[in-house]
Nanobody, 126 residues
């Protein structure tokens, strides 16, 4: 079993920056996190894809150029650096991991991910 724990969420003003992290742990963490991704869910909306990384990063159009996903394989950790934040970025951000390597369009589908974190709240004030 693999556990994903997010951290780094919080309250920030519009135009500001925030970095969220997701650490994977468990006996099979290294083998189970070939593809890691961030999704988000705003109040009253469905959960949506934000970014993923396996060999290459992929981004949703709404965050491309503002957000950067990266990973530290030695630490089984994935990061999401969020710059120029907007009020519409307010959401609970979830980390997800898949054992297989996925590219688009598969990375957009929640069903390909094997593990999910509990989420971390990001609130952007105007």
């Amino acid at each position: 079993q693999v556990q994903l724990v997010e951290s780094g969420g919080g309250l920030v003003q519009a135009g500001g920056s925030l970095r969220v992290s997701c650490a994977a742990s468990g006996r099979t963490a290294s083998a189970s996190t070939s593809t890691m991704a961030w999704f988000r869910q705003a109040p009253g909306k469905e959960r949506e894809f934000v970014a993923s990384i396996a060999w290459s990063p992929y981004y949703a159009d709404s965050v491309r150029g503002r957000f950067t996903i990266s990973r530290d394989n030695a630490k089984n950790t994935v990061y999401l650096q969020m710059n120029d934040l907007k009020p519409e970025d307010t959401a609970v951000y979830y980390c997800a991991a898949a054992a297989a390597v996925y590219r688009t369009p598969a990375v957009y589908r929640e069903s390909v991910y094997d593990y999910w974190g509990q989420g971390t709240q990001v609130t952007v004030s105007s």
